[in-house]
């Protein structure tokens, strides 16, 4: 079945780094792809999306491409804030899934001051 | 105003006891989810209605029964709830083959 593998965290980084979290799936339709983004104490948020192979989602800041080639989804942002500091899921969704959304692990981002 | 709202947001009970979440969303979508976060933050669908009817149904036990009375709500009853049961469930909403968009979870604790 369709499965999400996403970088174990935590990932520590000081801010202004880069920041690099690796997404990786496997599916036998065609997925749209996504990122979310969970802050403590709080819901999952849609940070961006990708529907199609080589689709670019970005949103403040972040980026992601849809790599069809290497099955991969992985999560980039330039200079991270300390306010990016959450907990990350890569997640698909497809037709053979019903469209429910699979969800990776999880990986924890900590931007130190 | 809230997209996707769930009450109660936190919930402490006994054993034994039977309770019920609800959810509610205004953003006019025909698919509605229950997922289920565990301690290690790791969240896996439970249940999926689109147009209030059953379509996901995981392998779930069945003292856990969701109603959808309308395409805007979703509820959740647990019966007998167990210590395994305490978590964060989410509720989502998406139209069909988009994505979704979630509520602020209810943590449940079983003592």
């Known amino acids: 079945g369709d499965s999400v593998t996403q970088m174990e965290g935590p990932v520590t980084l000081s801010e202004e780094a880069f920041l690099t979290i690796n997404c990786t799936y496997t599916?036998?339709?065609?997925?749209?792809l996504f990122w979310y983004v969970q802050y403590p104490g709080e819901g999952l948020q849609l940070l961006l999306k990708?529907?199609?192979?080589?689709d670019k989602g970005s949103n403040k800041g972040f980026e992601a491409t849809y790599r069809k080639e290497t099955t991969s989804f992985h999560l980039e942002k330039g200079s991270v804030q300390v306010s990016d500091s959450a907990v990350y899921f890569c997640?698909?969704?497809?037709?053979?899934?019903?469209?429910?959304?699979?969800f990776g692990s999880g990986t924890r981002l900590l931007v130190r001051p | 105003d809230t997209a996707v709202s769930q009450t109660p947001k936190y919930l402490v009970t006994q054993m034994g006891n039977d309770k019920s979440i609800k959810c509610e969303q205004n953003?006019?979508?025909?698919?509605m989810y229950w997922y289920k976060q565990d301690s290690k933050k790791f969240l896996k669908i439970m249940f999926s209605?689109?147009?209030?009817?059953?379509?996901i149904n995981e392998t779930v036990p069945n003292r856990f029964s969701p109603k959808s009375p309308d395409k805007a709500h979703l509820n959740l009853h647990i019966n007998s709830l167990e210590l395994g049961d305490s978590a964060v469930y989410f509720c989502?909403?998406?139209?069909?083959?988009?994505?979704?968009?979630f509520g602020q979870g209810t943590r449940l604790t079983v003592v």
């Open positions: 599916a036998t339709g065609y997925p749209s």
């Open positions: 209605y689109n147009n209030k009817e059953l379509i």
């Open positions: 990708a529907t199609k192979a080589d």
């Open positions: 989502a909403s998406s139209l069909t083959n988009t994505e979704a968009f």
């Open positions: 953003l006019g979508h025909d698919t």
């Open positions: 997640a698909l969704s497809d037709r053979d899934s019903s469209y429910k959304l699979i």
